[in-house]
């Protein structure tokens, strides 16, 4: 059973930064995949982006060259270092082990014009 709790969330004007952490609890989560979802009102919940095993990353189109997401395995945390932010950005984000079922209860992150 994995749990997970993401923090560092808040309002920031457009082209500031927030970074995002997700703490996790479980066994062998240093040889999985961790990934950020979003999910704005009314709206689908998208990979934002991911992050392998070996330090591997990739982003959706939307964050790519504004978002970076890294991990500190002895931690068993993630982050979501979020620059350059715009309105579109507003959404409840959320982590996940990839391929294992279980969300946390999300950040909401708002970005004003």
């Known amino acids: 059973q994995v749990q997970l709790v993401e923090s560092g969330g808040g309002l920031v004007q457009a082209g500031g930064s927030l970074r995002l952490s997700c703490a996790a609890s479980?066994?062998?989560?240093?040889?999985?995949?961790m990934g950020w979802y979003r999910q704005a009102p009314g709206k689908q919940r998208d990979l934002v982006a991911t992050?392998?095993?070996?330090?591997?990353?990739n982003y959706s189109d939307s964050v790519k060259g504004r978002f970076t997401i890294s991990r500190d395995n002895a931690k068993k945390t993630v982050y979501l270092q979020m620059n350059s932010l715009k309105p579109e950005d507003t959404a409840v984000y959320y982590c996940?082990?990839?391929?294992?079922?279980?969300w946390g209860q999300g950040t909401q992150v708002t970005v004003s014009s």
């Open positions: 479980g066994s062998f989560l240093s040889l999985r995949s």
């Open positions: 992050i392998s095993s070996s330090g591997i990353t």
């Open positions: 996940k082990v990839l391929g294992l079922d279980g």
